[in-house]
């Protein structure tokens, strides 16, 4: 292992695992390569779904992190494999390999899997929030491509940030409790869940039936004032339901005074 050049880990590295496979560490290579190629096929299913190379965009960023993550793995594995060659000349190089992960290995090893939201936290042992956590994702993203509802792709990144920096904060030791979808259910409110689904109906019968009816029927000009009109009242209507409370709230704690 002594002999490992970096000049060669560094120009295998620019597909991500393929310098862990010449350092002699493939099940790390494994996990970098398959996470590249998850990537890389799911962007291509997300422009085939909705018809729109930007989704690209996605790999095209993740790329480059990936790769560095990786770059400084082997990095670190080559400097502390030298380290123990130099101290032990006689060690064997499967002996080697059993050596634990340390910590930043195993930091950047999650971090480099909640690429893929719930990967990082089924590395860490939390099955449950990790399986959760990829299916409202993924979910999502059907979700979004079978009714055509590509306004809400503002959700996928506010989705993503939120698993990655859980899995951050699980990976440094803060106490995460971990949870499935099925449990958490029951704890929201009926009347929540009535006017997310009533709302998601209207957005349904507006985005699919109403807007390519009237379409057909009327210039694009007028379509595009329907729907910033639309928008406008909803926005209205939700912002008076919200004052109407706020003074419900402060009356009742006058009353209490």
């Known amino acids: 292992m002594r002999g490992k050049s970096k000049f060669i880990t560094f120009l295998l590295s620019f597909i991500p695992g393929m310098s862990h496979f010449y350092i002699g560490y493939g099940d790390r290579?494994?996990?970098?390569?398959?996470?590249?190629?998850?990537?890389f096929v799911g962007s291509l299913g997300l422009s085939f779904v909705f018809g729109d190379d930007a989704f690209i965009l996605i790999f095209i960023f993740s790329y480059p992190i990936i790769w560095l993550i990786s770059l400084i793995d082997a990095f670190s594995v080559i400097n502390k494999l030298s380290i123990n060659a130099t101290q032990e000349d006689h060690i064997e190089g499967e002996e080697k390999k059993v050596e634990p992960t340390s910590?930043?290995?195993?930091?950047?090893?999650?971090?480099?899997?909640?690429i893929v939201p719930g990967a990082g936290h089924m590395y860490l042992g939390q099955q449950k929030k990790g399986l959760s956590f990829m299916s409202i994702f993924f979910f999502t993203i059907f979700?979004?491509?079978?009714?055509r509802l590509n306004f809400l792709i503002f959700l996928l990144p506010v989705i993503w940030f939120y698993v990655f920096f859980d899995a951050f904060h699980l990976v440094n030791g803060?106490?995460?409790?971990d949870f499935d979808i099925v449990s958490f259910?029951?704890?929201?409110?009926n009347s929540l869940i009535g006017k997310i689904l009533i709302?998601?109906?209207i957005i349904i019968f507006f985005n699919n039936i109403f807007y390519p009816i009237i379409a057909d029927l009327l210039d694009y000009r007028f379509v595009n004032y329907i729907q910033t009109s639309i928008v406008a009242i909803i926005f209205i209507v939700i912002g008076i339901k919200m004052l109407k409370t706020k003074k419900e709230i402060l009356r009742g704690e006058e009353d209490e005074n």
Not at 34 to 39: E, K, N, Q
């Open 29 to 39: 290579g494994l996990i970098y390569l398959i996470l590249t190629v998850a990537i």
């Open 103 to 114: 910590f930043l290995n195993k930091k950047m090893i999650t971090l480099a899997l909640s």
């Open 143 to 147: 979700f979004m491509g079978w009714l």
């Open 185 to 189: 259910l029951p704890k929201v409110s």
């Open 199 to 201: 709302g998601i109906g």
């Open 174 to 177: 803060e106490d995460t409790e």
